[in-house]
């Protein structure tokens, strides 16, 4: 089955064979080796030694992302003292809403930034937001909002960040790996947060963050939670060594990491991957085109990660049943949507390449018409 989905995505066989053996994580060998992964993390990240730190979590995104909320927004509670923080979100998809739940759930105070959802953040709008309220300690951004398939720019909205000496928690999950980051060039960022199951091409499982150490020794006993709090997860490996856990850590999917990252570098890094993501991209856009269809995007705005495509036009169109009927031809994309109009939503990313998305162009185009949606 090709798996066109934005994560879980497909991964090469050996990245899955490095998952077939059990594995203590307590013994000091295993441990040494989850230290290297998170220094190898944190290099690919631009973070500098002794300055930066790359960190496990247990859990899939949202858990890493409620984590450095937690850890780093200080909670609507200390207000009273003058200590109350809150965190404004950028309304750029259902990525960013997820985001504001979460930190809603924190009891964080969230300001939300009406936002064009199919533009590019516009930086002059955050500069804006913060302007209008200093007590906003934090922006909350999604790098590659995967519901609309944008790329926002965290260059030019963390430069406004960083002017009006706010934080910033960047939700690289489905940029890192392919898209460029550097955290060394953002001195505004608290946590820029990421998992393994998307561009690095590695199993589910986990999540993981960069930050600044400094932060993570200033906040420690803020997150009003043992599990999320990112500055005792610091501390532990303080005292126990960087590699290890506190909780029992999904070992299996850590210890696949190491040869997903052995494959990114035998490619190239994440330069070359971007550029056969995107020429993933142009052959499913072009397809998509060629079948009829419309993309939600105009080509210059489609980023290379995910496509939202309209649906047929058809009082009979049912996704769930496409999505099913495609399936049998061995093709698997998303069975909900993220736009008004119905629509599909086909990922690029994955250990694919252009030949696996000219099949799948050929199994929509099958589908459509088995299921009388072509003329
Ligand atoms: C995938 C993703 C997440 C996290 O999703 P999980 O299902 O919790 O792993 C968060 N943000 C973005 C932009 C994502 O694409």
Known sequence: MLLLIPGPVMTHPDVRAAADRDIAPWD????EEIGDLLTRLRIMAGGVVDVHVAMPLPGSGHFIIEAAVRTFVPPEKDQGQGAGGGILIPASGQYAQRM?????AAARRVVELPVALD???DPAAVDAALAADPTITHLGMIYSETST???HDPRAVGAVVHRHGRRMILDAVSAFGALPIDVAAHPEIDAMVFTANKCLESLPGFSLCVSPIARLLERR???DSWSFDLADLYQNGLENGPGAARFTPPIQPMAALHTALDRLDAEGGPTVRL????????ALYDGMVALGLQPCLPRALQGPIIMNVLAPQSDAWDLKLFVEALKRRGVLISNFRNTEAPSMRIGAIGAIGRTDIE???TAIGQTLDELGFRS
């Open 275 to 282: 550029r056969r993501y995107q020429d993933n991209m142009a």
């Open 149 to 151: 398939g944008i790329i």
């Open 28 to 31: 000091q060998a295993v441990r």
């Open 221 to 223: 006993g803020h997150a």
């Open 119 to 121: 533009q590019p953040l």
């Open 100 to 104: 504001m739940r979460l930190a809603r």
């Open 359 to 361: 099949q799948a162009v």
